[in-house]
C-alpha cells in the first residue's frame, strides 16, 4: 500500500510560482520499476494528467504546461515535486500526485494509476 499526501498548493497572481510537493509514506516499489504523476481537475472540467516521471527519471510534461512546470523527484526523501512557473488562470484546479508500479508511457491517465493522495488546491487569479 502506497500512502501519498500533496502540500504546496495556494493563491498566487498570474505570472507567479508554486512547488508542490508529495511523500510517500511507504516506498515498498523502491527497487522495481514503478511511475509518479501530477493530475489535475480544474473546476468543472474532468481530470487531466500534467506530467510523470520514471523510476529512471525520464518525464512526461503535458502541452499545456511545457516550459513552465517541471517534474522531479528525490527518491532519498521519497518525495516527488511540481515546480510550476509562469502560472495561469487557466491552471486554477486541484491537484492531485499519483502512483502506479510498472512504467507508463505518454500522457499519464488516472485509470491507470491506483494510489492517489487527496488533493492540493491551485488558485490563479
Known amino acids: 500500500q502506497v500512502q501519498l499526501v500533496e502540500s504546496g498548493g495556494g493563491s498566487v497572481e498570474a505570472g507567479g510560482s508554486l512547488k508542490l510537493s508529495c511523500i510517500a509514506s511507504t516506498y515498498p516499489y523502491r527497487d522495481n520499476e514503478y511511475c509518479m504523476a501530477w493530475f489535475r481537475q480544474p473546476p468543472g472540467k474532468d481530470r487531466e494528467g500534467v506530467a510523470r516521471i520514471s523510476v529512471y527519471g525520464r518525464t512526461f510534461i503535458d502541452n499545456s504546461v511545457k516550459g513552465r512546470f517541471t517534474i522531479s523527484r528525490d527518491n532519498t526523501k521519497n518525495m516527488l515535486y511540481l515546480q510550476m512557473d509562469s502560472l495561469k488562470p487557466e491552471d486554477t484546479a486541484m491537484y492531485y500526485c499519483?502512483?502506479?508500479?510498472?512504467?507508463?508511457?505518454?500522457?499519464?491517465?488516472?485509470?491507470?494509476?491506483?494510489?492517489w493522495g487527496q488533493g492540493t488546491q491551485v488558485t490563479v487569479s
Open positions: 499519483a502512483f502506479r508500479t510498472g512504467l507508463y508511457y505518454g500522457r499519464p491517465s488516472g485509470d491507470y494509476f491506483p494510489y
